[in-house]
């Protein structure tokens, strides 16, 4: 099935059309790779966790606004401490690791925004299974678009605000 997808892909490759740039970096590199930590995150959680994957998915779509605000003042409030620590030079010892948690806590928040969207979307009677390619499929390609980006950031904004929801509790 992704050999199939990613035909399109390699014809346009092959005739020398040059995809757009988003920062310096393709945006079919940015797509696919939000696409497979969607599917791979997604993957981890439905079969390591899935009562907390069922239960931070109801919870996104109980309290959106506020999940929304959580996420959002976090990560402002993680970028700002990250600069601040970074300046300090001995503070990069610590801005990495948590720049590294920071990403962690973002991919898992991530896909558990686009799972609720993609669970409102398809049915979950055979498992997990279509609703976590729809997620990825989603996240994959609203980062192939260049304004797709703000869309997902607000998504992932949102599950990291039920993520964080759920710590705090």
Known sequence: MLDSLLVPVEILLQAGVDLPQAGGRSLLTGGLSSFVTTLVVGALLVAIVPDYTERMVAAAFDDPLSSFFYGFGALVGLIVLSVLLVLTLV????AVPLI????VVWAVGATIAFLAVSDRLVSRDGG???PLLVAAALNGGLALTGIG???SF????VGVGCVLRDYLA
């Open 100 to 103: 590294i948690a920071a990403y």
């Open 149 to 151: 980006g703000l869309v």
């Open 91 to 94: 503070g990069i010892l610590v």
């Open 154 to 157: 607000v998504v992932g904004a």
């Open 128 to 130: 997990w299974l279509k």
